[in-house]
């Protein structure tokens, strides 16, 4: 498809388990995403990539997470030692590079992955 | 630090009434862009405008239109004769330029529950 791809959809873990979460973002956006978004929460942000390199990752709440694009396209958002508070969903975006390296436009979402840590 | 207050959490309104979301947003930057999300219950985000702090030009797009006071930090969205259709939740963004990361910042969304 055209648009921002998920999977999984949804994930249900055990407290202490690893999870991995993978965005395959739109043909040709450079930049891509992470963000996480609570219940009655808008998305809060995680990390930022512009090809390969984590150009922001101010966004990431401790060293359990941890994201990696290796070849600027797709993208893995790893949870080490998940906890009940890390339950949410995971959005995934990404955006064109406008000229001059402003990212200004508009990010394009997928439909996140939905993660419930018992 | 950038940050987007949309103090309504939820609307109720029925079908024909027009509503108005708001967006009050705070940056020490003078170029900025501001946005507008949707998310139906499907959950996707779906972009519906982008702004910039030097166009302050209203805009209308069919039954959507969107007010930007650069004077009272407000980025407002009206829908004319809502629809049924319209029941989201919608999100106002606020992304820094220059000395920025462009990275948008959320807020908390609001509701819109368009009865028939």
């Known amino acids: 498809g055209a648009g921002v791809s998920q999977t999984p959809s949804n994930k249900v873990t055990e407290k202490g388990k690893y999870v991995e979460l993978r965005c395959d973002p739109i043909?040709?956006?450079?930049?891509l995403y992470w963000y996480r978004q609570s219940l009655g929460q808008g998305p809060e942000f995680l990390i930022y990539?512009?090809?390969?390199?984590?150009?922001?990752d101010s966004g990431l709440p401790n060293d359990r997470f941890f994201a990696v694009r290796p070849e600027g396209s797709v993208s893995t958002l790893k949870i080490q030692r998940t906890e009940r508070g890390d339950s949410a969903v995971y959005l995934c975006?990404?955006?064109?590079?406008?000229?001059?390296?402003?990212?200004?436009?508009?990010?394009?979402f997928g439909e996140g992955s939905r993660l419930t840590v018992l | 630090a950038q940050k987007v207050t949309q103090a309504q959490t939820e609307i109720s309104v029925v079908e024909k009434e027009d509503v108005t979301l708001d967006c009050v947003y705070e940056?020490?930057?003078?170029?900025?862009?501001l946005f507008w999300y949707k998310q139906p219950p499907s959950g996707e985000l779906v972009f519906l405008i982008r702004?910039?702090?030097?166009?302050?030009q209203n805009e209308i797009s069919g039954r959507y239109s969107w007010n930007f006071q650069k004077s009272t930090s407000s980025f407002n969205f009206t829908i004319t004769a809502s629809q049924v259709v319209d029941s989201a939740v919608y999100f106002c963004?606020?992304?820094?330029?220059?000395?920025?990361?462009?990275?948008?910042?959320f807020g908390r969304g609001t509701s819109l529950i368009v009865h028939p």
């Open positions: 043909s040709g956006h450079t930049a």
């Open positions: 975006a990404s955006s064109l590079r406008l000229a001059g390296g402003a990212g200004t436009g508009e990010l394009f």
């Open positions: 990539f512009q090809g390969t390199g984590a150009a922001d």
């Open positions: 963004a606020l992304s820094e330029a220059p000395g920025g990361s462009y990275i948008p910042t």
């Open positions: 702004r910039n702090s030097f166009d302050e």
């Open positions: 940056t020490r930057d003078t170029t900025y862009y």
